[in-house]
């Protein structure tokens, strides 16, 4: 197979999954503004499917998941916002995947913050936002970088109260809270339900079936969100 043409395939492989991906966001969307709480429950069976089908697939040959799940739920999460902008025609709105904040009051490392998904005005710029609407951490594991999203929470605080007060920082984890995230940060938690930062949706435990009550939590929350 010619070069060009391997790379061709290729591209038109990634083209059509993102395709994919972009349909499921609209049809979540048009569930949503028929009838919030189908919405949700369609949200909560199927918006891990796209992790599990690639985790399936490459444990089959034997490979290396590495951080395939979380970069799928990434993408997933992408497009169900950037199908949401398209159904209603907004493109002063842009969705970025992968989005790195300036920040020139760090002291250690680098001056950006690495943020998984923001939204927000858009400045014409490729990868720059004008404003800031909303900021999305995204963990299939709910301890995975949460302690560093405390700490960048921290950082961007002068953005947030000073610059552009009204954007909020969220944190979404498909996994329970360990008890010792509990304890450690139990006040910081109660901060950012109150603040409808912090969604917990529970679907990737292996620890039996969840009870009818916590199914209807996950998806009054998933409306919410």
């Known amino acids: ?65 590495g951080s395939v799940g979380g970069i799928v739920i990434e993408w997933t999460f992408y497009h169900l916002i950037d199908s949401m902008l398209k159904k209603e025609n907004r493109s002063d709105i842009k969705v970025i995947n992968g989005y790195k904040l300036p920040y020139k009051w760090k002291k250690e490392g680098n001056k950006e913050l690495n943020i998984d998904i923001a939204v927000g005005i858009d400045n014409g710029k490729p990868g720059k936002l004008k404003r800031l609407l909303y900021l999305i951490e995204l963990k299939t594991n709910f301890e995975d970088g949460f302690e560093k999203y405390c700490v960048q929470q921290g950082h961007i605080y002068h953005h947030r109260t000073k610059n552009q007060p009204d954007f909020k920082y969220h944190y979404i984890a498909f996994s329970k809270i360990p008890p010792y995230i509990k304890k450690t940060y139990n006040s910081k938690l109660r901060a950012m339900s109150k603040r409808k930062q912090l969604w917990c949706f529970p679907i ?17 929350n998933a409306a919410k969100l």
């Open 1 to 65: 197979m010619p070069l060009q043409e391997f790379k061709q395939n290729l591209t038109n492989n990634i083209k059509e999954y993102h395709k994919i991906l972009e349909d499921f966001g609209c049809e979540i969307y048009d569930r949503y503004k028929k009838n919030p709480q189908d919405a949700a429950r369609f949200f909560l069976d199927t918006i891990c499917l796209p992790r599990s089908v690639h985790m399936d697939f490459i444990k089959e040959g034997d490979m290396n998941t």
């Open 204 to 220: 990737l435990d292996k620890l039996g079936n969840p009870s009818e009550a916590n199914i209807r939590a996950c998806e009054e």
